[in-house]
């Protein structure tokens, strides 16, 4: 695509944000090589680029060196407040409408700029990711690969969106995506916190592949603790979007587990097998306590979708009780499918009771009583689940429908 002046509307100056913590033997040769993408960025249709750089309280020559490019702006932290603080004091002061960031010890390549401009220039894309996982050449370490695969999957299913690299260090983004991406964190885990943001608020996103190298100096990712940090920050982050997401599916892995369980148990005992081993007992144990439990956290989730939206003012993350009758979430059958679970239950005691007042011996019935209380419970929560999801959105409707009794309807004339 050829780049004309209404592809540059808007975009005027791009800001590369460079975070620097200790970085005396990498950072120097990191801005010469940014300094040399500048005709190139300029070809690519940025006319303007300004290289921050934000010394994190480093200890060594890090200031020093950044002092001899005149060029280049310096600011300093007088304390270490690490990588996404340092990012963000470089976003604060940036004046660039596109804002770019990354690391200064040499790992990403400063040549791919112009590549992670194109897209938001062309096609109005909001973050450009540079993928280090999407195929180009990539000397990461196996153990960081394998981490990076499984971070960015699991980004991806609790966004129900795709993205190959959910920690790349290297990104270019509107100033205007800010707006729905802040709060960030301080720690490194900057950038999956950001990947689940963007994602789940519906930015446009597009990852480009970039070559990556090993770093100069002494990693300062600790792949334990920043990896249980990662996985804490995306799934807390994903909770505080769409509850549901997470928290329904493993409420349904519960219930799951209890239907295998109770339709192998009525097969065991339709065809003759009336003993439980140790085996025997503790799934149904693991039945009772997982099948109440599942349920009871599917429908919790729901609540907490409903009770998110609320609080942001935005729809909920599926289509809402009253709306789309044909395509109906599965809270909206909560109330007949609880009700049936409850009377089958009490139909199942009913019927124990009978048989042991006419002779049948009701200790061997006792798994039919188990099952019985198991569904009167799970209908019982099904049916206050649904309750409760009717009155909040009945409570999140309320503003619409007191707007347009004020407003009045189908008037044809005044």
Known sequence: MTLNAANLTGHSMLSIVIPAYNEEGGIGAVITRVLATLPALRAAGVPEAEIIIVDDGSSDRTAEIVRGFESVRLIRHARNRNYGGALKTGFSQARGDLLAFLDADGMYPPEALPSLCRPI??????????????????????????????????????????????????????????????????????????????????LKIEEVPITYSERVGRSKLSIVRDGVRFLNSIIWTALLYNPARVLGGVGLAGAGFAAIVAISLTAFRLSGVTALNAAGVLAVFGALVLGVAGVSLFGLARMFNYLVALFNNKAVAVPALSTHPGKQPLENHFWWIGGLSALAGLFVAI????????????????????????????????????????????????????????????????
């Open 351 to 414: 019927g124990v009771a009978i048989l042991g007042s006419t002779g049948w011996d009701v200790d061997r019935m006792w798994l039919w009583l188990v099952g019985a209380a198991l569904l009167v419970l799970v209908g019982a929560q099904l049916v206050i689940s649904w309750v409760v999801i009717r009155a909040l959105d009945e409570i999140s409707r309320r503003a619409t429908r007191i707007a347009d009794d004020a407003r009045g309807n189908d008037i044809l004339d005044n």
């Open 121 to 202: 220039l062309d096609r109005d894309v909001d973050i450009v990711i540079g993928s280090r996982m999407a195929g180009a050449d990539s000397r990461m370490p196996p153990t960081r690969r394998l981490g990076n695969f499984i971070f960015a999957n699991l980004v991806s299913l609790v966004a129900n969106r795709r993205v190959t690299d959910s920690a790349s260090g290297m990104r270019v983004l509107k100033r205007t995506a800010l707006d729905k991406l802040y709060p960030l964190p301080d720690g490194l885990n900057f950038t999956p916190v950001m990947s689940v943001r963007a994602l789940h608020e519906q």
